[in-house]
């Protein structure tokens, strides 16, 4: 699987994705508080889809 985590959480664990927010197969994954939103949006675009995320975003003027 892959996935990301706030780089100083935990030691000797490798770090698998860089990316703000990472989702494997039913599993996401972000890296800390400052991913949040980017979290929750992607939450909404699996359960909801892209269109909905997209709409929400806009909504609260968030530009990745």
Known sequence: KDWT????????LL???VEPVVTDGNITTSRG???AIPFALRLIEELSGK?????IAESVV???
Request: net charge positive.
């Open 15 to 17: 770090i698998k994705a």
């Open 5 to 12: 985590r706030y780089q100083k959480s935990e030691k000797g």
């Open 33 to 35: 508080l400052g991913t």
């Open 51 to 55: 269109e909905t995320a997209d709409r």
């Open 62 to 64: 968030y530009q990745a």
